[in-house]
T-cell receptor
């Protein structure tokens, strides 16, 4: 059973460009969470999605950030018009339905020049 | 909302000694408390978790204790080894599939 997959693993963008991060949950997992980790800091919750639904987006900035988890395909975290402060590691995690345990992917390290 | 405080921020112990990391949480409705280990540049890995219906859980050299009344929980690592060196995060969440609120992390260094 493959673990949580994320791509790309590293992404470099210039200020003003768009960043698109992908997350494929573990097989059989229907819940996806995105977290952001700034250098030398802890993980901060951004958004929680189930297939075709955003359940909790309380940690996601209102401007420039969006997330989706379509019926088919990976979950996407999209950052428009990136700024230097968006540079961070973005981790997604998945969990089986109606359980607490979250398993993390390897992360996407975003660098904004 | 939930707030999780973690101490200490850094911890250095001699190989073979024990290490203890403590966390407190604010929301009495939280009932799930996992611990993650993160090595440099790697993903957080779940090492142990506990739910509010138990007070202690052990897995080989790792144990977690939970005091619901005081709203704190602790990670205990015995017989530490160099490969235990990493950053450890505690977290808390409410019932069901919900977001995790993480502590600030503890950088554990095991000295040979």
């Amino acid at each position: 059973n493959a673990g949580v997959m994320q791509n790309p693993r590293h992404l470099v963008r210039r200020r003003g460009q768009e960043a698109r991060l992908r997350c494929s949950p573990m097989k059989g997992h229907s819940h996806v969470y995105w977290y952001r980790q700034l250098p030398e800091e802890g993980l901060k919750f951004m958004v929680y999605l189930q297939k075709e639904n955003i359940i909790d987006e309380s940690g996601m900035p209102k401007e420039r950030f969006s997330a989706e988890f379509p019926k088919e395909g990976p979950s996407i975290l999209r950052i428009q018009q990136v700024v230097r402060g968006d540079s961070a590691a973005y981790f997604c995690a998945s969990s089986p339905q109606m359980t607490d345990t979250q398993y993390f992917g390897p992360g996407t390290r975003l660098t904004v020049l | 909302g939930e707030n999780v405080e973690q101490h200490p921020s850094t911890l250095s112990v001699q190989e073979g000694d024990s290490a203890v990391i403590k966390c407190t949480y604010s929301d009495s409705a939280s009932n799930y408390f996992p611990w993650y280990k993160q090595e440099l540049g790697k993903r957080p890995q779940l090492i142990i978790d506990i739910r509010s219906n138990v007070g202690e859980k052990k897995d080989q050299r790792i144990a977690v204790t939970l005091n619901k009344t005081a709203k704190h929980f602790s990670l205990h690592i015995t017989e530490t080894q160099p490969e235990d060196s990493a950053v450890y995060f505690c977290a808390a969440s409410g019932k069901g599939a919900q977001k995790l609120v993480f502590g600030q992390g503890t950088r554990l260094t095991i000295n040979p």
